[in-house]
Protein backbone atom coordinates (compact mmCIF):
# COMPACT_ATOMS: atom_id res chain seq x y z
CA UNK A 1 0.00 0.00 0.00
CA UNK A 2 1.20 3.83 -0.23
CA UNK A 3 2.04 4.09 3.19
CA UNK A 4 1.58 2.04 6.82
CA UNK A 5 -2.24 2.02 8.23
CA UNK A 6 -3.57 1.11 11.20
CA UNK A 7 -7.11 0.71 12.69
CA UNK A 8 -9.17 1.89 14.16
CA UNK A 9 -7.81 5.79 14.49
CA UNK A 10 -9.90 6.19 17.72
CA UNK A 11 -10.70 3.38 20.31
CA UNK A 12 -13.06 4.00 23.49
CA UNK A 13 -13.28 0.86 25.85
CA UNK A 14 -14.12 0.25 29.48
CA UNK A 15 -12.21 -1.02 31.61
CA UNK A 16 -11.12 -4.94 32.04
CA UNK A 17 -12.60 -5.20 28.58
CA UNK A 18 -10.03 -6.69 25.54
CA UNK A 19 -9.17 -4.25 22.28
CA UNK A 20 -7.10 -5.55 19.31
CA UNK A 21 -5.45 -2.92 17.37
CA UNK A 22 -4.26 -3.78 13.85
CA UNK A 23 -1.56 -2.50 11.67
CA UNK A 24 -0.73 -2.90 7.86
CA UNK A 25 2.64 -1.97 6.98
CA UNK A 26 4.10 -0.67 3.47
CA UNK A 27 4.11 -3.53 0.96
CA UNK A 28 7.45 -5.35 0.88
CA UNK A 29 8.56 -3.74 4.69
CA UNK A 30 9.78 -7.17 6.21
CA UNK A 31 9.92 -5.09 9.46
CA UNK A 32 7.25 -4.06 11.52
CA UNK A 33 7.64 -1.94 15.15
CA UNK A 34 4.68 -1.27 17.82
CA UNK A 35 5.06 1.90 20.08
CA UNK A 36 3.16 3.19 22.71
CA UNK A 37 2.99 7.08 23.02
CA UNK A 38 1.29 8.60 26.02
CA UNK A 39 0.47 12.27 27.07
CA UNK A 40 3.68 14.53 27.18
CA UNK A 41 5.89 11.03 26.90
CA UNK A 42 8.19 9.92 23.99
CA UNK A 43 7.45 7.33 22.07
CA UNK A 44 8.23 3.94 24.21
CA UNK A 45 9.27 0.80 22.17
CA UNK A 46 7.05 -2.31 22.43
CA UNK A 47 8.38 -4.58 19.91
CA UNK A 48 9.00 -5.39 16.87
CA UNK A 49 9.07 -7.83 13.92
CA UNK A 50 11.27 -9.51 11.78
CA UNK A 51 9.19 -11.11 9.14
CA UNK A 52 6.53 -12.87 11.53
CA UNK A 53 8.96 -13.22 14.23
CA UNK A 54 9.21 -11.37 17.17
CA UNK A 55 12.90 -12.17 19.15
CA UNK A 56 12.63 -9.61 21.92
CA UNK A 57 9.08 -9.52 23.90
CA UNK A 58 10.53 -7.92 26.47
CA UNK A 59 9.12 -4.26 26.07
CA UNK A 60 5.73 -5.27 26.38
CA UNK A 61 4.28 -3.34 29.04
CA UNK A 62 2.80 -6.66 30.94
CA UNK A 63 1.79 -9.86 30.51
CA UNK A 64 -1.63 -8.67 29.48
CA UNK A 65 0.04 -7.27 25.91
CA UNK A 66 0.42 -9.38 23.29
CA UNK A 67 1.14 -9.33 19.58
CA UNK A 68 1.30 -11.48 16.17
CA UNK A 69 2.28 -11.04 12.42
CA UNK A 70 1.18 -13.65 10.08
CA UNK A 71 2.27 -13.91 6.28
CA UNK A 72 4.64 -11.24 7.05
CA UNK A 73 2.23 -8.57 6.61
CA UNK A 74 -0.27 -7.56 9.13
CA UNK A 75 -0.14 -7.42 12.74
CA UNK A 76 -1.86 -7.01 15.35
CA UNK A 77 -1.26 -5.56 19.23
CA UNK A 78 -4.11 -7.57 21.67
CA UNK A 79 -4.20 -5.70 24.87
CA UNK A 80 -6.23 -7.87 27.42
CA UNK A 81 -8.54 -7.01 30.21
CA UNK A 82 -7.17 -2.87 29.80
CA UNK A 83 -6.42 -0.75 32.36
CA UNK A 84 -6.97 3.10 32.21
CA UNK A 85 -2.99 3.28 32.04
CA UNK A 86 -3.19 1.67 28.92
CA UNK A 87 -4.77 4.63 27.62
CA UNK A 88 -2.08 6.36 25.08
CA UNK A 89 -2.07 6.24 21.15
CA UNK A 90 -0.51 3.33 19.67
CA UNK A 91 1.70 4.00 16.95
CA UNK A 92 2.96 0.74 14.41
CA UNK A 93 6.07 1.50 11.70
CA UNK A 94 7.74 -0.68 8.94
CA UNK A 95 10.68 -0.97 7.36
CA UNK A 96 12.72 -3.08 4.25
CA UNK A 97 14.48 -4.62 7.29
CA UNK A 98 15.38 -4.02 11.15
CA UNK A 99 18.19 -1.55 11.38
CA UNK A 100 18.65 -1.08 8.13
CA UNK A 101 16.54 1.45 7.05
CA UNK A 102 14.01 4.50 7.56
CA UNK A 103 10.71 3.44 9.84
CA UNK A 104 7.75 4.72 8.29
CA UNK A 105 5.05 5.66 10.60
CA UNK A 106 1.06 4.92 10.75
CA UNK A 107 -1.36 7.65 11.93
CA UNK A 108 -1.75 5.60 15.09
CA UNK A 109 -4.23 4.22 17.21
CA UNK A 110 -5.63 6.43 20.04
CA UNK A 111 -6.65 3.87 22.71
CA UNK A 112 -9.21 5.30 25.58
CA UNK A 113 -10.05 3.09 28.67
CA UNK A 114 -12.87 4.52 30.77
CA UNK B 1 19.38 0.69 30.29
CA UNK B 2 19.34 3.14 27.21
CA UNK B 3 18.41 6.45 27.28
CA UNK B 4 18.05 9.79 25.07
CA UNK B 5 17.13 13.31 26.29
CA UNK B 6 16.22 16.19 24.30
CA UNK B 7 16.38 19.70 25.12
CA UNK B 8 14.48 22.27 25.30
CA UNK B 9 11.33 20.66 26.38
CA UNK B 10 9.76 23.43 24.49
CA UNK B 11 10.36 26.19 22.74
CA UNK B 12 8.63 29.48 21.51
CA UNK B 13 10.32 31.73 18.85
CA UNK B 14 9.38 34.10 15.92
CA UNK B 15 9.13 33.53 12.05
CA UNK B 16 12.59 33.89 10.73
CA UNK B 17 14.04 33.01 13.90
CA UNK B 18 17.03 29.76 13.74
CA UNK B 19 16.22 27.31 16.29
CA UNK B 20 19.04 24.53 18.21
CA UNK B 21 17.35 21.39 19.38
CA UNK B 22 19.48 19.00 21.17
CA UNK B 23 19.83 15.42 21.62
CA UNK B 24 22.00 13.28 24.39
CA UNK B 25 22.21 9.84 24.51
CA UNK B 26 23.44 7.03 26.04
CA UNK B 27 22.96 3.40 23.88
CA UNK B 28 24.33 0.59 24.14
CA UNK B 29 25.57 -0.53 20.90
CA UNK B 30 25.12 2.63 19.22
CA UNK B 31 24.46 2.55 15.60
CA UNK B 32 22.73 5.40 14.53
CA UNK B 33 20.59 8.55 16.12
CA UNK B 34 17.21 9.80 14.00
CA UNK B 35 15.06 13.00 13.88
CA UNK B 36 11.72 12.89 13.45
CA UNK B 37 8.94 15.49 13.30
CA UNK B 38 5.71 14.65 14.75
CA UNK B 39 2.85 17.78 13.41
CA UNK B 40 -0.12 15.35 14.37
CA UNK B 41 0.17 10.99 14.78
CA UNK B 42 2.25 10.32 12.50
CA UNK B 43 6.04 11.16 13.12
CA UNK B 44 7.93 11.72 9.85
CA UNK B 45 11.30 10.76 9.32
CA UNK B 46 14.07 13.78 8.61
CA UNK B 47 17.69 12.62 9.18
CA UNK B 48 19.61 9.15 10.28
CA UNK B 49 23.32 10.44 11.62
CA UNK B 50 25.76 7.38 11.67
CA UNK B 51 28.96 9.17 11.42
CA UNK B 52 31.04 11.66 13.21
CA UNK B 53 31.33 15.51 12.19
CA UNK B 54 29.20 14.81 9.19
CA UNK B 55 26.53 17.39 8.90
CA UNK B 56 23.34 16.17 6.92
CA UNK B 57 21.38 18.75 5.41
CA UNK B 58 17.76 18.97 3.89
CA UNK B 59 16.69 22.54 2.81
CA UNK B 60 16.73 24.89 6.15
CA UNK B 61 17.30 21.89 8.29
CA UNK B 62 20.71 20.22 8.92
CA UNK B 63 21.66 18.07 11.76
CA UNK B 64 25.10 16.80 12.89
CA UNK B 65 26.46 14.11 14.86
CA UNK B 66 29.12 14.12 18.04
CA UNK B 67 29.91 10.06 18.92
CA UNK B 68 32.68 11.29 21.47
CA UNK B 69 30.26 13.47 23.22
CA UNK B 70 27.07 11.28 22.75
CA UNK B 71 25.16 13.70 21.18
CA UNK B 72 23.49 15.65 18.47
CA UNK B 73 21.64 19.08 17.11
CA UNK B 74 18.94 19.86 14.92
CA UNK B 75 19.23 23.15 13.56
CA UNK B 76 16.47 24.75 11.30
CA UNK B 77 17.10 28.18 10.06
CA UNK B 78 14.46 30.88 8.97
CA UNK B 79 11.59 29.20 10.88
CA UNK B 80 8.27 28.91 9.12
CA UNK B 81 4.96 28.78 10.92
CA UNK B 82 4.85 25.17 9.48
CA UNK B 83 7.64 24.10 11.40
CA UNK B 84 5.81 24.43 14.34
CA UNK B 85 5.54 20.29 15.67
CA UNK B 86 7.48 18.22 18.42
CA UNK B 87 10.89 17.41 17.00
CA UNK B 88 12.02 13.60 18.25
CA UNK B 89 15.44 12.17 18.49
CA UNK B 90 16.10 8.47 18.57
CA UNK B 91 19.01 6.23 19.41
CA UNK B 92 19.55 3.14 17.82
CA UNK B 93 21.32 0.23 18.62
CA UNK B 94 23.21 -2.14 16.16
CA UNK B 95 20.61 -4.45 16.24
CA UNK B 96 20.67 -8.46 16.77
CA UNK B 97 17.65 -9.48 18.49
CA UNK B 98 17.96 -7.06 20.85
CA UNK B 99 17.38 -4.49 18.29
CA UNK B 100 15.85 -1.35 19.75
CA UNK B 101 15.32 2.27 19.27
CA UNK B 102 14.91 4.52 22.20
CA UNK B 103 13.25 7.91 22.02
CA UNK B 104 13.49 11.38 23.63
CA UNK B 105 10.50 12.93 25.01
CA UNK B 106 10.98 15.58 22.39
CA UNK B 107 11.19 19.43 21.76
CA UNK B 108 7.72 21.05 21.30
CA UNK B 109 8.66 23.76 18.94
CA UNK B 110 6.28 26.97 18.41
CA UNK B 111 6.78 29.12 15.65
CA UNK B 112 4.70 32.44 15.89
CA UNK B 113 3.92 34.90 13.09
Known amino acids: GAGVSQSPSNKVTEKGKDVELRCDPI?????LYWYRQSLGQGLEFLIY????????KSGLPSDHFSAERTGGSVSTLTIQRTQQEDSAVYLC????????????FGPGTRLTVL | EDKVVQSPLSLVVHEGDTVTLNCSYE??????LLWYKQEKKAPTFLFML????IEKKSGRLSSILDKKELFSILNITATQTGDSAVYLC?????????????FGKGTLLTVNP
Open chain 1, 93 to 104: ASSLAVSRATQY
Open chain 1, 49 to 56: FQGNSAPD
Open chain 1, 27 to 31: SGHTA
Open chain 2, 27 to 32: VTNFRS
Open chain 2, 50 to 53: TSSG
Open chain 2, 90 to 102: AGENSGGSNYKLT
